[in-house]
């Protein structure tokens, strides 16, 4: 396939999962194992896609880094086990780990309580030039912390602002936070993994039935099943009031990974390309000054 073949199937996939208006938005419109028509006998096909796609992000990247004014924020939402470390694993697998900053985020720590919420996520963002992946991110403040009001007791807030507002003032602060990114030259793409319950609790046993992978399970993960309703009226209620044309959600089937993969990269090359990157051109001043420093060189007689 060719390269602009392969940048119109990106643009088309992206478009088709891309969330840019919160009104009306309903999770439920939006099926887990949905793969665009394509079966499990495509996956072949797609690995060969998703092959192609990584090489032409890897590009991208370079161009990203050399003209160094916007950056990406690629920001990854989802329940356990709905696939974020190996999409992310999978789809920056070709850039060159220099030119990105992976950061993930846990339950916050003593000194981060002592700050306002974005402080760890502000000091966590990518330079320009970068890839920055924030693997979960502020947006837990809607989420974990929303399905678990306790969480909120223990972040050293002022009793007088903890209203009934709270979250509606968070997804506002959340907004304006993303289009101030915006408008200072970052990219952001949001990405909510979307995984059935389903086939959560098929991962999870997989967990459990296989040496290998005994390490991911956590029973934590488990408990939270009980809350999965609750989880999904968050997510929700998160999507529509902070997706926006320049920080758009995609909600993206997570029921199979090789399609989950395959949307994720499709949206990071789609946003991207939507930059305009270009390597840094060089005036005919310059072009002269770099022809003389090839003859000197030549000329050095210094082996
Ligand atoms: P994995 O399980 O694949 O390693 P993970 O992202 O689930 O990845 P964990 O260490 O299991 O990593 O979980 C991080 C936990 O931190 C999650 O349960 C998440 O809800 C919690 N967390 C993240 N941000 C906050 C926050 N602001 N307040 C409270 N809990 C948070
Ligand atoms: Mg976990």
Redesign the pocket.
């Known amino acids: 396939m060719k390269r602009d073949e392969l940048l119109k199937r990106a643009r088309e996939a992206a478009a088709h999962y891309r969330v840019t208006r919160g009104k009306g938005f309903r999770l439920s419109a939006h099926d887990p194992g949905d793969s665009l028509g394509y079966g499990s006998d495509r996956k072949p096909r797609a690995r060969e896609l998703l092959k192609r796609g990584v090489e032409m992000l890897a590009d991208y990247q370079q161009m990203l880094y050399a003209q160094d004014r916007w950056s990406v924020l690629l920001i990854f939402q989802a329940m ?2 709905a696939g974020k470390d190996s999409a992310i694993k999978h789809v920056m697998s070709g850039v060159n780990p220099q030119g990105c900053q992976v950061y993930s985020f846990k339950a916050p720590t003593s000194e981060e309580l002592d700050h306002t919420y974005l402080w760890r996520c502000m000091k966590a963002l990518p330079e320009r030039g970068r890839i920055g992946i924030f693997n979960r991110s502020y947006y837990e403040e809607t989420l974990v912390v929303r399905v678990h009001p306790r969480i909120l007791d223990s972040q050293k807030l002022p009793p007088a602002l903890v209203t009934r507002d709270i979250w509606k003032q968070r997804f506002e602060d959340i907004a304006n936070f993303e289009k101030y990114l915006a408008r200072n030259g970052v990219a952001i793409c949001k990405f909510f993994l979307n995984v059935s319950k389903d086939e959560q609790k098929q991962r999870f046993l997989e967990r459990l039935e296989r040496p290998e992978k005994h390490w ?1 399970f ?1 029973e ?2 488990v408990h939270e099943r009980d809350h999965w309703d609750k989880y999904m009226r968050a997510y929700q209620d998160a999507i529509r009031h902070t997706a926006a044309p320049h920080a758009p959600w995609y909600v993206v089937p997570a029921d199979r990974k090789w399609f989950t993969r395959l949307v994720v990269a499709a949206a990071v090359i789609d946003t991207l390309d939507s930059l305009d990157l270009h390597y840094p051109r060089v005036g005919p001043e310059r072009v002269e000054e770099l022809a003389a420093a090839r003859e000197a060189l030549l000329g050095s007689g210094d082996g």
């Open positions: 356990d086990a991911k956590s934590s993960d």
